[in-house]
């Protein structure tokens, strides 16, 4: 029997780390999900259209969000063995990597808009889509620098700054999208292409309010030669694009998934993409709950895995498991029991909404899987661990899931619900793995520590 006394000394430090990460990462979403609902008094394509060109954006963004995750375990790491000097070099290194991925994926962006046209989606949706995708993708190299620079406060364990300035950029894109999407002020209309454009200035603001706080924050004041450009080291560019790279790709895998899922919605009509859209979103909020979570285990888990106690580390990381089952059990619970109650808030389209309920209620019932994930991610990130975990991921997904998905809302004629199955089924395996991946590894540990 389970004894939840050994866990209670970890809850509070754990949660004062995880509930900034927690309002960061639904600041982050919540600039989307503000865009998705203020479109979509517009109308079903402009939603629709949103949603497709996401199918591109959102990819490549997680993709470099997912490499500038190799910062924090690092860093974290460093500080636990004392050693400043890595600390700085890491953020340095992790700048130039994230200077570098912004360039690059600004341009796969752009490159990959004709792509829309073939993905049998409705005329009207990809004329909407493509200039909307085009202005998003010069928000990826501010939100990347934005983002080495919040691995790096992260990984010393200051969670706060990065949420107040992911607030106030929330507040600022509401304030942009009000403007622009409607026409306010004596601007003009520009529906979903000012959404766009609220989203690229709010970004922009987001970079600089961070780097101003790096710049002058006296707690980052030991660390000022992360910010010098030159002395750069081989060795540890291959560290963290070694973690980067396999993490960034995990994100792909599990993201694409979910944006093939979009794809083969938009088979079955403009409206059903635009309710999967509404159930994507309403997952996407309950999911950056916990992945706060999961920040806040690659943080305390490398910090302690540096100072090589193996057994704290242990008890840390089953902390947050325990934090996020709550977590996602009370998601569960409104989904399921709000599940025509919270389309309306997106769209009074009385089809739609009927699309999207099913939907919200298969969300609530992954939503403790989704949880076990998310957070075992983190703690193997916290151990270096990426290259087998997203291995795991693509077999789920790719393997598994989404061909059962298509065949049972294609062949077996169950339509978006039969889709949803099967990323229901996908992200369920993904969480049994993980959890025993991550048991493996911690029983090595234990057993290879020195008396």
């Known amino acids: 029997m389970i004894s939840l006394e050994r866990y209670r000394p970890h809850v509070k430090q754990s949660w004062s780390l995880a509930y900034p990460v927690m309002l960061s990462q639904l600041s982050h979403v919540m600039v989307g999900v503000t865009d998705s609902i203020m479109v979509g008094h517009v109308g079903a394509t402009s939603l629709a259209a949103s ?9 490549l ?30 953020l340095r290194h992790g700048l130039m990597i994230a200077l570098v991925n912004g360039l690059i994926l600004i341009v796969i962006v752009l490159l990959c808009r004709p792509l829309l046209y073939y993905l049998d989606q409705p005329e009207d949706v990809v004329q909407l889509a493509i200039p909307y995708l085009s202005i998003l993708a010069f928000s990826l190299l501010p939100v990347l620098i934005f983002q080495s620079f919040r691995q790096f406060a992260e990984g010393l364990s200051n969670t706060r700054i990065a949420m107040i300035i992911m607030l106030g950029s929330v507040m600022l894109n509401v304030l942009l999208n009000y403007l622009l999407i409607y026409g306010h002020a004596g601007l003009p209309a520009l ?11 709010s970004r922009i603001a987001m970079m600089f309010a961070i780097v101003a706080y790096i710049y002058f924050a006296k707690q980052f004041n030991p660390y000022r030669t992360g910010l010098a450009i030159g002395n750069y080291s081989i060795k540890l560019f291959k560290r963290l694009l070694n973690i980067g790279i396999p993490a960034g790709m995990q994100f792909i895998f599990e993201v694409a998934a979910f ?29 950056m709950t916990t992945s706060g979570l999961a920040s806040a285990a690659t943080i305390r888990v490398s910090n302690e895995l540096g100072k090589r106690n193996f057994k704290k580390l242990k008890d840390v990381a089953y902390t947050l498991i325990l934090i996020a089952l709550v977590f996602m059990t009370l998601w569960a619970i409104l989904f399921i029991v709000a599940r025509n109650l919270l389309p309306t808030i997106y769209i009074a389209n009385a089809d739609v909404i009927a699309i ?53 809302g294609f062949k077996a004629g169950l339509g978006s619900v039969g889709i949803w199955y099967g990323l229901l089924i996908g992200l369920t395996l993904t969480a049994i793995a993980l959890f025993f991946r991550f048991r493996m590894l911690l029983h090595k540990l234990s057993s290879n520590q020195v008396p």
């Open 51 to 59: 949603s497709l060109a996401n199918v591109i954006f959102n990819l």
């Open 61 to 90: 963004l997680l993709f470099g969000i997912g490499v500038s995750y190799a910062i924090t375990p690092l860093v974290a790491t460093a500080e636990g063995e004392n050693d400043s000097t890595t600390v700085s070099d890491t």
């Open 191 to 201: 529906g979903l292409n000012g959404a766009g454009w609220g989203t690229l200035i």
């Open 259 to 287: 944006d093939f899922s979009a794809i083969m919605m938009g088979w079955l009509g403009t409206d059903t993409l635009a309710a999967h859209q509404i159930a994507i979103n309403l997952a996407t909020i309950s999911y």
């Open 356 to 408: 999207a309920s099913p939907l919200i209620v298969i969300a609530g019932f992954f939503q403790l899987s989704d949880g076990l994930q998310v957070v075992c991610t983190g703690a193997l990130r916290g151990l270096q661990d990426v290259k087998i975990p997203s291995v795991f991921v693509f077999i789920a997904y790719w393997v598994i899931g989404l061909p059962l998905g298509y065949y049972l």
